[in-house]
């Protein structure tokens, strides 16, 4: 099955400075990677997905890039502020067009130092 | 629109006890999964359904079981609850036709004593 890696477990920026957090993904099948926050004690929202057929993404600060060569893609986040504090999950899927669940990364705790 | 809803909230069982964790949408989303979520870890996925009276084994299966006898429903059931299965259970639902965003529900907080 898929197993999707994510790094680093912890990440504290200063804000107003850019934060980027990879994950690596084992199946060169799954074709859907979507990245989701989720502050303490709330459900996982979605903030950004991107599809195997595109390499790169942008909705206003956060940006992700797959690269399908290698395996593994990133979130970008600019101009952090103290909201996008949370923690933050890669997940991978082969759903195309079936109904896989997702394979999730073990999460990162992004910090954001006023 | 409720999106997705999960009840209950909280629980806490004793071991070897049995209860059912509810899920409903009103999305009209053919697809259904349960996740688990522990501390330090992503979610994982339990089981899951295609459709109105079909179910799936996920990574982390053993110990539960599901069903869904209404597309809008999906029931994720523990017959007798051991501490391992301490956790947050997670409801998601996804709409079919190369739609893949899943929508999660609240959540519900397990303990098993």
């Known amino acids: 099955g898929e197993n999707v890696e994510q790094h680093p477990s912890t990440l504290s920026v200063q804000e107003g400075d850019s934060a980027v957090i990879k994950c690596t993904y084992s199946?060169?099948?799954?074709?859907?990677f979507p990245w989701y926050k989720q502050e303490l004690g709330k459900r996982p929202q979605l903030i950004i997905d991107i599809r195997s057929n595109v390499g790169e993404k942008k909705d206003q600060r956060i940006a992700v890039t797959l690269n399908k060569t290698a395996k593994h893609f990133s979130l970008h986040i600019t101009e952090t502020q103290p909201e996008d504090s949370a923690v933050y999950f890669c997940?991978?899927?082969?759903?195309?067009?079936?109904?896989?669940?997702?394979?999730f990364g073990k999460g990162t705790h992004l910090i954001i130092q006023p | 629109n409720a999106g997705v809803t999960q009840t209950p909230k909280f629980r806490v069982l004793k071991t070897g006890q049995s209860m059912t964790l509810l899920c409903a949408q009103d999305?009209?989303?053919?697809?259904m999964y349960w996740y688990r979520q522990d501390p330090g870890m992503g979610l994982r996925l339990i089981h899951y359904?295609?459709?109105?009276?079909?179910?799936a084994k996920g990574e982390v299966p053993d110990g539960y079981n599901v069903s869904r006898l209404k597309k809008q429903n999906f029931l994720l059931g523990l017959e007798s609850a051991a501490p391992s299965q301490t956790s947050v259970y997670f409801c998601?639902?996804?709409?079919?036709?190369?739609?893949?965003?899943?929508?999660f529900g609240p959540g519900t907080r397990l303990t098993v004593t």
């Open positions: 999305m009209n989303h053919e697809y």
């Open positions: 998601a639902s996804r709409a079919s036709g190369g739609r893949d965003e899943q929508y």
């Open positions: 199946d060169s099948a799954s074709n859907y």
């Open positions: 997940a991978a899927s082969s759903s195309g067009g079936g109904a896989d669940g997702l394979t």
């Open positions: 359904s295609v459709g109105e009276g079909t179910t």
